[in-house]
């Protein structure tokens, strides 16, 4: 237990270390795209970005910064010894094939059976954008997942049910926030593994209204 929530580099540097070495990883628009800083060089984890490259590296700046390298986010990369390119239809046939071994995405709603939303609110003036996120959430082996535990107006974004549009169903295996860190079975529930700040278990219950899984001793 830390004695603050994590900041959001201490989040990506978080789910940089639960990454297994050798894995094939696709890191999603946003903050999960940070995942790649943090990523320990000797562990050779192979990044994949939708938009035709696997062996991404960290993030580019300064002179680093090559206009034809960019992730799906559009922020400019580096490449790593060894990156090859290929065409958009090839790389989604990658993602839908289950090639990849890990997605971290953002999310609007997780659900606690692993149900993911995170293309659109249903409000009718946002701007839906699913991008690739379908065809991430239902073809990865395990898709992780990275957002604040709560809206801007304190409602929990860990859900019985989703009420958001679903980007896919039962396809979250693990949910890592600022204040908690959960992993989610079939079997064995919604089980709470890493607590953050003066967050407890009681408090998470309570906020979530759900039935949570003590791991964390």
């Known amino acids: 237990m830390t004695a603050e929530p994590l900041t959001r580099t201490e989040l990506a540097r978080n789910v940089a270390r639960a990454i297994p070495a050798g894995s094939y990883v696709n890191l999603g628009i946003g903050l999960p795209t ?22 991404m590296g960290p993030e580019a700046h300064g002179a680093d910064i090559d206009p034809d390298l960019m992730n799906a986010g559009k922020i400019a990369v580096t490449e790593l010894l060894g990156a090859s390119y290929f065409h958009h239809a090839d790389s989604f046939a990658m993602m839908r094939g289950g090639h990849l071994d890990i997605a971290v995405l953002g999310a609007f709603q997780v659900s606690a059976t692993g149900d993911l939303a995170n293309w659109h609110t249903g409000a009718t003036d946002a701007i839906p954008a699913v991008g690739g996120a379908m065809d991430l959430a239902v073809g990865a082996k395990q898709v992780f997942v990275m957002m604040d535990l709560t809206t801007k107006t304190g409602q929990s974004k860990l859900v019985e049910s989703l009420s958001y549009p679903v980007t896919g169903l039962a396809c979250v295996t693990r949910l890592y926030t600022e204040v908690a860190t959960f992993e989610i079975n079939p079997e064995t529930g919604l089980t709470v593994t890493e607590l953050f700040g003066a967050t407890t278990l009681h408090s998470l219950r309570a906020l979530t209204g759900l039935q949570l899984v003590d791991a964390t001793s």
Do not use: Y
């Open 34 to 55: 940070s995942v790649a800083n943090f990523l320990d060089p000797d562990n050779e984890v192979i990044l994949h970005t939708e938009n035709g490259m696997l062996g």
